[in-house]
């Protein structure tokens, strides 16, 4: 048996995938999702299981795309510094980029700001066959927005709509959107990478003394720094009531960076692997047409 295959198969045995699911349901506490977390594991065990985890996503993927009924949303929500970028170049780095699209969400423009907060989510969703990652996204509304409130109050909404149960509204909301979306065959993986506040400051540190990471790093993100415990509020309660059994919040923990991108790369292979996906199939009378395009090649001189 190949070596890297035996490794793979020693993460899956070890790795508790409970572990990091918040459970629909329940009260979500951070401090109860350890950042640090590998699964007893390091890096040295698990080497080559995310090429392995890789080439597995690509050969769904092609399925996917060949099937054309599903598609994949897989959405990334973090603290500044967690690895999101990184997340998204290894994993998806196998991927055909004719069936993958990423949309990065910033400040609404002034032409969002005329629609209601999900529009330009609803725009930007994976077309079937295909898989689309939001690297931050509609969840911003409840957690950039409820750390800032003066954000709100530039929202060009009716004043009834900014009360006091404006975030409990805007968890229903967003439930019954992805309930909407799964329903229709857009599958919905969602993933915080847990970073830990000390691991943020060594690689805000790490981008500052390291001329080639500069471009990375801005004062902003060190203001958003100061407001760790207001955001760690907000994550909690919307994992609370956001986490959900058609769409629930996998907690991954991101201070070892080799082990969050693997594990993203478990859930989204074991999320494809449950759809039975099959190649399509054709008709006798289209199969008779293949048959007769081969014979008139192969009779070609």
Known sequence: MDT??????????????????????????LKNFDPGYTAGLKKADVEGALQIGIDRLAYYQD??????????????????????????????????????????????SAEELDHDYLWRSFKALPERGRIGIFNRSYYEEVLVVRVHPEILEKQQLPPEAKGKK???????????FEK?????????????????????????????????KNWKFSTADAKERLLWD?????????????????APWHI????????SRLTVAY??????????????????AHREELLKVKAMLESES
Request: net charge negative.
């Open 252 to 259: 991954i923990p991101a201070d070892r960076k080799w082990f």
């Open 63 to 108: 399925i996917l795309y060949a099937q054309n009924t599903y598609a994949l949303l897989i959405v990334l929500q973090a603290m500044d510094a967690a690895g999101k970028d990184g997340v998204i170049k290894h994993v998806m780095s196998g991927l055909n980029p004719q069936g993958c699209q990423v949309f990065s969400f910033k400040a609404p």
């Open 180 to 212: 909407y979306l799964v329903d229709n065959g857009i599958l919905v993986l969602k993933f915080f990478l847990n970073v830990s506040k000390d691991e943020q400051k060594r690689r805000f540190l790490d981008r500052i003394d390291q001329p080639e």
């Open 4 to 29: 890297k295959t035996v490794e793979v198969k020693e993460f899956l045995a070890q790795f508790d995938a409970n572990a990091v699911i918040a459970q629909p349901g329940s009260k979500i506490k």
């Open 230 to 246: 207001d955001y760690m509020y907000a994550y909690e309660d919307l994992f609370t009531h956001t986490s959900t059994e058609w």
């Open 267 to 284: 859930f989204i292979h074991e999320k494809l692997k449950s759809l039975n996906l099959a190649y399509p199939t054709v008709s006798d």
């Open 166 to 176: 404006i975030w409990q509204q805007r968890f229903e909301e967003i439930n019954n």
